[in-house]
Every structure is written in structure tokens, then in C-alpha cells.
């Protein structure tokens, strides 16, 4: 718990309002309460800042006549709220075997693991050899956990999932901000992850937490080797991702979509329900129709391939060679 | 060991034949034998059917005529297959550091390694803090495993084999069945991965166990880092495969293919020998013919790229507008 | 260290000039000096050979005349290469849980790591649980280190890092030789990897050591989950790279990179300052003007795919069909 004074001095903002509330946390624009900080970055937010119900809002000096709150001015709102979060992240490391107020009951535990303060193992859950399970983790009842894999603070895990070797769960998000000097100053991730029952993730998987609010994995969710679902993700129930996928930042899947081995999804997306994404593909933009979606070159001949590239990149100057106008094809 | 009458009620089928019958295993439709049970998906395996070996079958009620043994039958083949796999799925956590039935010859073990029942570890080698080695695996000569790593029941591993930190070798392949709610049913795999001499397998790859047959490494072959190797599939001797590329399931690679980094090959596929993929490449067909193959879109300029992603996502467009047809293309 | 008398035996090698001088070691073909070991591979390395300092150069017969040092003259050059590194490769298994001469200042150290002979650890460090840090690893203060990494001998690490879980720092490089019958040989790499001050690193990402020389990750980078960093790669100062990235061997990426999630970047492939990669793009060629590159097909419905790449693998046809000139077009 901070002052918005001292939060203030710490960011080096101009403080208006009252220096003297507690802050508690930081929470969202729009879930931020009387005793939690939040921010604004940019005029496209002005509404949500006039409902804003913080106790504290990080805001650049042009939105501040808009603040029905306490406000803390700065130059950059991204840099002062990634230096802000670090005051409220959670020390985790533990250091010792298994935490004596650590509450499992009648799981199986293979050497060598570390089990923290206040965790909570359900029923019949096996844990094998060197898993990490840190503070305040959550796990329910017959659920796997292989060895070698690291369970972050604070997660929660539902029940009958299987968790396969050397998965990391509620690692960091890659949020960075950049200084006027270009030096990037992480976010310190205060989220957690969440994943629901019937759930299983595959050998080497990386899941991050989200950054204020939870990543979500739903239940029945299939996840393969090596996919990457990064912070503030949500998987809708029973999506399945094959190997090597990667979903980047706050992308949200809908529920029994397919996503194949290999594709990327950039950050921010929002897949319907029942979307098949064929592997190796990238999807760049939005898709609200359920079907199945493609966009990779076929593999040809490497000496077939060359001929193709050069053409493939000189696509716009045939066009115009040729002198068609798109609006001619659309019209068809 | 179950009776083909307790079989039936778990996966609630219609029992046809004898159902006393003791069964041992699940085997393919094409080695099963008589203690063995089996399953066929779909009119195209109607000849296997006929000469079937297993003690039973499952199938559907089409296909029941033509079974020569006792039939398991359902609505859906696939599903009741899932659900068989677990009864044969052997438990594999070791709840101490060396077993005592392990043989281990002259080997350097480091600190917190597991070594689970009837392991055999061959002569001079080494095995590096944290690994776990679970049941029934086995270890050639001058073997050399790096920290971290999972080797999970069963695997077995040839003679100059070098593991790098945090592989996992056994994992569960993704394999998953449907149940008319949509959601999943995990498969238990009950192959293994065999890993033949002078192989050697980068840091935090992974490589799945196979489904009823093996997941095979043949000797000679170079597996980079973060390298995703699914279950069933064989890489052929010699064979290179470089960084976060993804072999799909039941893939077949030839002798010394050599796959660049992050190129990926769709479920199914079988490269003949010699063949070499470009790096970020897509195989999505068999390659029967050596050679060099490539399939990506080279790099370019965002503003370039943007014009040609518009004309290439047109491109039918323009040869219809052209009147260009396929096969006047294919005459020259 | 070995005579080149010894040497010339284990690679098999006709020896000109001083057979008792003393190898200590092997370096590259510009900095070797009278005790190292250098090689030199073809003609176009001429100019390098006349001017070399080494104590002795592994070349073929061609090049010998021209060779002003110690020769050991061999058909393939790479080949005797890659077996003379494992002379040099030191061992690094730790068989302890803390050696007794690591230097360890006011570290946090969770249970189940090892640490090796020589260790340093700077000040105000945490070490999570089943972290393994071999022989003669240099960490500096304010480092967090989190469960499950492995950090493999000789690798140093600045101030203020945070290195996720899973990581793999200093695994070998992907470098191998074919002999005659197309057999693979390992190369030792010989190299540390050396990470600056102020640099995070993502979750089960690895970081290969160098071959001779080092892998460099400059001050204040930042890498995201899975990301293979090759052997002898440079990655300038500020950069920051999203996860999947593949950065293939001896690339170089300039200050303040960008490099989006899943993409690839091709061998010995140099980034000026200021690149930006979109993601899944796949870079195979240099790029020297800072700016914002992308290459890959965006995502359609399947079929309309399925209608696209058929055209696009006939684009050559098409133009020669057309008769369009690659010239009339760069002449627009």
C-alpha cells in the first residue's frame, strides 16, 4: 500500500488531488475502485476516464480538465504506469521444500519439487519430480503436473488437467515500455493465469499472465508442445492449438476454434467461435465468420519458388503494366 | 489385462462375440493378435478389416458383417478408441530419487536427478543435475544427458547420444477425439519414443511418444533447439532438422533430409531421402522426388508488401479478368 | 593442450612445419595467435591465410603454399574442424549440489539448484528452485533468476537481468560436418554466450554458445518466450524480439531491432539499427535501411486460398504468357 503521494514522487508525476489516499492496486480503466490506480494514454479514452471510479488515474496534462479524480501527470503514461507496476508485484521465490501452511490433500508428490506458502493441491493430483509450484497457487482434483514444470505465483489450475513436462505457467508478459533514450522498461505483470477444468498442455508450452487482468484458459481447452498463448490471452472452451502456435497479447479465441500447428495470431485479435486456422498461417486480421482460414505459400521447387518471388514481389507493377484497377476485379 | 465384456460396458458398446476373451493391449489393425484389440475408422480400411488378426474390433454397425473376429461395436470408432487407450496406460511418477532396481553402469549422476523402476543406463554416462528419467527406460553407452531434461516411461535411447537442457522425450502426442458435445477426449499414447546411436537433440525440444507404435529417431540424425517432433513420426538417418521447425504427426522423413529452421510439415507427410526444405518453408504434400524445395514470402518493405498482399489476394480475380485459363498456363 | 604432433594423429593429417609446438587452443582465423589452432576453408579465405598469426592452420593441399605458419593439410577442412573442437570442450557436470568455491554475495538461493566450481554471483541475486548453473558462470548483482533454467559453463550474465523460466542459456550450436558417407559430426562449440546488463529473457528460450567466439546479447534487449537465439548471433543494444522468433546462426542484429513474434531471420543474415520485422515474416537477405520490413501471405478463407496459390505458383508462366519483361516493369 503506497500514498499517491509517494507513488507520485516515484514516477516523478505532478499530483492534483488528494496526496494522502491509499492505493491498494492497480486495476483496469474501467474496474479500477476508490482505491486503485489506473491510467489513460491517449484522447480515444476520454470517455471511459469521464465514468473512471479510480482513486488515481496516471493521465497526460491534455486529458487532466476531464478527471473526476485524483490525477498523476506525466509526460509519458505508458513509461510511468510500466515503472508504477513494479511496486505491486509479488516477491515469489521460495525457499524452502514444501511450505508447511502449502494445503494438499492426498496427492502424490515425487522428489525434488518445491511447493509454496498458502498453495492449495486438490485431490488425488500427482506431482512429479521437480515441478515448482509457487505462493498462492490453486490446484483442483485429479490433475497431472510432469516434471520440471514451473507454476508461477498466484495461478489458479481447475481440475483433470494434465499438465506435461517443463510447461511454465504465469511466466512474465512481454509488455516494455521505451524511455525518450529508447530503453525499454518492463511491465511488471500483476495478473495472473487461469485455467479451467479438463484441460490439458503440451511438453515445453509457455503461458503468460496477463498484465492487470487474468489470461484465461477455458475448459476443455487442448493445448500442444511449445505454443506460446501470451498475456491477457483468453482460449474459449474447448479450442484445441497444435505445436508451435503462437497467440500474441490480449487475442481472444472463441469457443471449438482449431488453431494448426505453427500459425501466428497477432497481438489483439478476436477469432469467433468454430474458426479453423490451417497451420503454418498468419492471421493479421479480425475473423468474426466461423470457417476455415489459410495463408501460407505452398511449398514448390526452390529453383520454381525464385521465378515466383520475383514476380510474386512485383505484383503491384504488373498491375499498373497491365492496367488494372482493383476496383475493375472488385466489381466482378 | 481386461475382460472384452468390461471393454465393452466402458466404452458402452455392443458386444459381438466372445466375451470372455482376456485382452493384453491395443495394437494397429495390421499387427494386432489374437490378446490384442484393434479398431477400424471408415470404409476405405474394409480389406484390413477382412484380414484382420486382433482378438476383437471396434467399429461401426456398417462394417460389422465383414469383421472375422470378435467386434466392439459403436457410433463412433474414433471416441470409444480414446476412451480404450487409458485402461492401458501405464502409471509412470517415481516417488523417489534412484530406484533401487535401476542398473546404472559407471554412469555420472548429478545432483536432484529421478531414475525411476527397471531403468538401465548404459557405461560412462552422464546424466546432469534435475533430470528425470522415469520406468522402463533405457540408456545406451556414452550417453550424455544435459539438465532439465524429461525422459518419460519407456523411451529408450541408443549408445552417443547427447540431450541438451529441458528436452522432453515420451510426451503425449495430440491426439484428441470428439465427442458430439464437441468437447475433447484425450488419447493416452501408448508408444514410445526410440532414439537410435549418435543422435543428438537440441535444448527444449520435444519429441511425443507414439500413439500405438513407435515415435522414431534413426541413428545419425541432428534435431536443433526448440524443435517439435510429434508422435509417430520417423526421421530417416542422418537426417538434420534445424531450430523451432515442427514435424507433424505420422510424418515420414527419408534419409539425410535436411529441415531448415522453422519450417513446418503438415500431419501425414513423407519426404523421400536427400530432400532439403528452406528454413520457414510449409511442407503440405508428400515430396517423392530429392531435391531443394521452399515456400515462404521473401521480405520486403511494409509499404511493398501491403501492395502486393492487395494484387496476390486477387490474383484469381486477375486471371479471370485477363481471361487467362489454368490449363493454357500448362501447355507452354 | 595437445602437440601439433598429437593433433595431426586425431584428425588424421599430413603435419608441415613444427610438430612439437604446444596448442592451447582454438580461435578464429583473425585472431589466433602462436599457441591457438586456426582453420581456413577455401580460396576466398586466401588473403586471410597469407596474413595469419595462429600457431598452426588446418587447410587443404591447394591452399598450402600460401600458408606462412604450421600447416595440417586434410581433404575436409570443416570436417577436421569440427572433431579437432572436441580436444578442446570442457567437461562440465557438476556432481554437487553448491560447490564449495563458488563465490555466492547475500544471493537468494531456492532449494534444489546447483552451482559450480567457480561460480560468482553478484550481490542482491535470487536463484529459483532447480536452477542449474554450471561451471565458471559469472552472474551479476540484481539478477533474478527463475525455476527450471539452465545456465551451462563458462556463460556470463550482467546486472539487473531476469531470466524466466525454462531458459537454457549456452547449449551447443547447431554446427555440424558430413564426412564422405554423409555421417554427421558434432562440433564442440568453444564459445560462451554473454548476456550485458538491464536484459530479460522469456520463458523456455535458448540461447546457444558460441562456436569459437562468443553469442552476444547487448545491453537492455529484450526477448520474449521461446525464442532460439543461434550460436555466434549478435543482438544489439535495446532490441527486442517477440516469441517463436528463430535467429539462425552468426546473424546480427543492429541497435534497437524489433523483430515480431514467429518470425525468422536466415543465417549470417546482418539487421542495421531501427529494423522492425513484422511477425511471421521471414528475412533472407540483408537489410542495411532502417525501417519496417514484413513478408508473408495474410490469411483468407481456405478456398479462396486454395484459388490464390494456384495462380500465384504460376506466376512466371503467367508473365511469359502475358510476354511481360521483368525490365519493362523496373523501368516504371
Same mark, same amino acid.
Given at each position: 500500500?503506497?500514498?499517491? #503521494?509517494?507513488?507520485?514522487?516515484?514516477?516523478?508525476?505532478?499530483?492534483?488531488?488528494?496526496?494522502?489516499?491509499?492505493?491498494?492496486?492497480?486495476?483496469?480503466?474501467?474496474?479500477?475502485?476508490?482505491?486503485?490506480?489506473?491510467?489513460?494514454?491517449?484522447?480515444?479514452?476520454?470517455?471511459?476516464?469521464?465514468?473512471?471510479?479510480?482513486?488515481?488515474?496516471?493521465?497526460?496534462?491534455?486529458?487532466l480538465k476531464k478527471c473526476p479524480t485524483n490525477a498523476l501527470v506525466v509526460d509519458d503514461v505508458y513509461l510511468a504506469f510500466a515503472?508504477?507496476?513494479?511496486?505491486?508485484?509479488?516477491?515469489?521465490?521460495?525457499?524452502?521444500?514444501?511450505?508447511?501452511s502449502a494445503k494438499i490433500n492426498h496427492a502424490k508428490i515425487a522428489p525434488n519439487c518445491t511447493i509454496g506458502k498458502d498453495v492449495?493441491?486438490?485431490?488425488?493430483? %500427482? *506431482?512429479?519430480?521437480?515441478?515448482?509450484?509457487?505462493?498462492?497457487?490453486? !490446484?483442483?482434483?485429479? %490433475?497431472?503436473?510432469?516434471?520440471?514444470?514451473? !507454476?508461477?505465483?498466484?495461478?489458479?489450475?481447475?481440475?483433470?488437467?494434465?499438465?506435461?513436462?517443463?510447461?511454465? *505457467?504465469?511466466?512474465?508478459?512481454?509488455?516494455?515500455?521505451?524511455?525518450?533514450?529508447?530503453?525499454?522498461?518492463?511491465?511488471?505483470?500483476?495478473?495472473?493465469?487461469?485455467?479451467?477444468?479438463?484441460?490439458?498442455?503440451?511438453?515445453?508450452?509457455?503461458? +503468460? #499472465?496477463?498484465?492487470?487482468? +487474468? %489470461?484465461? *484458459?477455458?475448459?476443455?481447452?487442448?493445448?500442444?508442445?511449445?505454443?506460446?498463448?501470451?498475456?491477457?490471452?483468453?482460449?474459449?472452451?474447448?479450442?484445441?492449438?497444435?505445436?508451435?502456435?503462437?497467440?500474441?497479447?490480449?487475442? %481472444?479465441?472463441?469457443? #471449438?476454434?482449431?488453431?494448426?500447428?505453427?500459425?501466428?495470431?497477432?497481438?489483439?485479435?478476436?477469432?469467433?467461435?468454430?474458426?479453423? !486456422?490451417?497451420?503454418?498461417?498468419?492471421?493479421?486480421?479480425?475473423?468474426?465468420?466461423?470457417?476455415?482460414?489459410?495463408?501460407?505459400?505452398?511449398?514448390?521447387?526452390?529453383?520454381?519458388?525464385?521465378?515466383?518471388?520475383?514476380?510474386? &514481389?512485383?505484383? +503491384? =507493377?504488373?498491375?499498373?503494366?497491365?492496367?488494372?484497377?482493383?476496383?475493375? &476485379? =472488385?466489381?466482378?
Amino acid at each position: 500500500m503506497y500514498t499517491l #503521494r509517494e507513488i507520485a514522487k516515484i514516477i516523478n508525476a505532478k499530483l492534483v488531488g488528494d496526496a494522502n489516499i491509499k492505493i491498494t492496486g492497480i486495476a483496469t480503466s474501467l474496474s479500477a475502485n476508490q482505491t486503485q490506480l489506473t491510467y489513460i494514454n491517449g484522447n480515444k479514452y476520454k470517455q471511459t476516464l469521464i465514468n473512471v471510479k479510480a482513486g488515481a488515474v496516471i493521465l497526460n496534462k491534455e486529458l487532466l480538465k476531464k478527471c473526476p479524480t485524483n490525477a498523476l501527470v506525466v509526460d509519458d503514461v505508458y513509461l510511468a504506469f510500466a515503472k508504477v507496476t513494479h511496486l505491486f508485484k509479488k516477491q515469489t521465490v521460495s525457499c524452502q521444500g514444501i511450505h508447511p501452511s502449502a494445503k494438499i490433500n492426498h496427492a502424490k508428490i515425487a522428489p525434488n519439487c518445491t511447493i509454496g506458502k498458502d498453495v492449495v493441491i486438490g485431490n488425488h493430483c %500427482t *506431482i512429479a519430480s521437480n515441478v515448482v509450484i509457487e505462493d498462492n497457487v490453486t !490446484i483442483g482434483n485429479h %490433475t497431472l503436473i510432469q516434471p520440471n514444470v514451473s !507454476i508461477l505465483q498466484g495461478c489458479s489450475i481447475g481440475n483433470n488437467v494434465v499438465i506435461s513436462p517443463g510447461v511454465v *505457467i504465469g511466466s512474465e508478459g512481454f509488455g516494455n515500455a521505451q524511455d525518450q533514450q529508447k530503453h525499454w522498461h518492463s511491465i511488471a505483470h500483476l495478473g495472473y493465469v487461469v485455467i479451467g477444468n479438463n484441460v490439458s498442455i503440451g511438453a515445453n508450452t509457455t503461458i +503468460d #499472465r496477463g498484465t492487470i487482468e +487474468d %489470461t484465461q *484458459i477455458h475448459n476443455g481447452v487442448r493445448i500442444d508442445n511449445l505454443v506460446h498463448i501470451a498475456h491477457n490471452v483468453i482460449i474459449g472452451q474447448d479450442s484445441a492449438i497444435a505445436a508451435t502456435a503462437a497467440i500474441s497479447g490480449s487475442c %481472444t479465441l472463441g469457443k #471449438r476454434c482449431m488453431i494448426g500447428g505453427g500459425a501466428a495470431i497477432a497481438g489483439h485479435i478476436s477469432l469467433a467461435d468454430d474458426i479453423i !486456422i490451417t497451420g503454418a498461417s498468419t492471421v493479421d486480421r479480425n475473423l468474426s465468420e466461423q470457417g476455415h482460414y489459410t495463408g501460407f505459400t505452398s511449398i514448390s521447387k526452390h529453383q520454381k519458388w525464385k521465378r515466383t518471388q520475383v514476380w510474386l &514481389l512485383n505484383l +503491384d =507493377k504488373i498491375a499498373h503494366y497491365l492496367n488494372i484497377k482493383l476496383k475493375k &476485379l =472488385k466489381e466482378k
